[in-house]
T-cell receptor
Framework: QKEVEQNSGPLSVPEGAIASLNCTYS??????FFWYRQYSGKSPELIMS????GDKEDGRFTAQLNKASQYVSLLIRDSQPSDSATYLC???????????FGRGTSLIVHP | DTAVSQTPKYLVTQMGNDKSIKCEQN?????MYWYKQDSKKFLKIMFS???????INETVPNRFSPKSPDKAHLNLHINSLELGDSAVYFC???????????FGQGTRLTVV
């Protein structure tokens, strides 16, 4: 059974700092990896998708994938209070096209 | 221009009732999903539907059933509602098997 693990947090960082969110997954043949942001009372919103080892940057966000270590991370540079939300890691592949989600990490960016 | 839309947004009903939640996507995606998000915010897959292939999470009670009249719609029917069914239900869709999923706005179901 595919498992996706995240530290539930909360992770608290000061405004302007780098927030680092981590995710590990159990299925070695997973192929697609996603980070979602979910504000309280709202639906998950896709931030980044990454499919190959290495870094992928989009604005203030950088996703990092290491398939050998079965690890994917999300870095948020210059964190803003508006980044305060729950960040969900999702994994797809390995014979299943169903995204499996971690339990999410709560991020708090304080002014 | 909503991509994935669910109705209703809120649903309050009594135990034992039967209810449906509708989901429509106008993105032309091939795959649709239903997720349940509990009070601890864990998103748990209930069903996925791809090219008329239905995959059911075996932990989902058979009181829950998906209905897909066409590729753009995947509705969720729930019979004999129980208190434990109270949660937020999200519909989602993907353009292809290994790509990202896009979520609807969710339906908050409260069973009293």
């Amino acid at each position: 059974q595919k498992e996706v693990e995240q530290n539930s947090g909360p992770l608290s960082v000061p405004e302007g700092a780098i927030a680092s969110l981590n995710c590990t997954y159990s299925d070695r043949v997973s192929q697609s990896f996603f980070w979602y942001r979910q504000y309280s009372g709202k639906s998950p919103e896709l931030i980044m998708s990454i499919y190959s080892n290495g870094d992928k940057e989009d604005g203030r966000f950088t996703a990092q994938l290491n398939k050998a270590s079965q690890y994917v991370s999300l870095l948020i540079r210059d964190s803003q209070p508006s980044d305060s939300a729950t960040y969900l890691c999702a994994v797809k592949g390995g014979g299943s096209y169903i995204p499996t989600f971690g339990r999410g990490t709560s991020l708090i960016v304080h002014p | 221009d909503t991509a994935v839309s669910q109705t209703p947004k809120y649903l309050v009903t009594q135990m034992g009732n039967d209810k449906s939640i509708k989901c429509e996507q106008n993105l032309g995606h091939d795959t649709m999903y239903w997720y349940k998000q509990d009070s601890k915010k864990f998103l748990k897959i209930m069903f996925s539907y791809n090219n008329k292939e239905l995959i059911i999470n075996e932990t989902v009670p058979n009181r829950f059933s998906p209905k897909s009249p066409d590729k753009a719609h995947l509705n969720l029917h729930i019979n004999s509602l129980e208190l434990g069914d109270s949660a937020v239900y999200f519909c989602a869709s993907s353009p292809a098997m290994n790509t990202e999923a896009f979520f609807g706005q969710g339906t908050r179901l409260t069973v009293v």
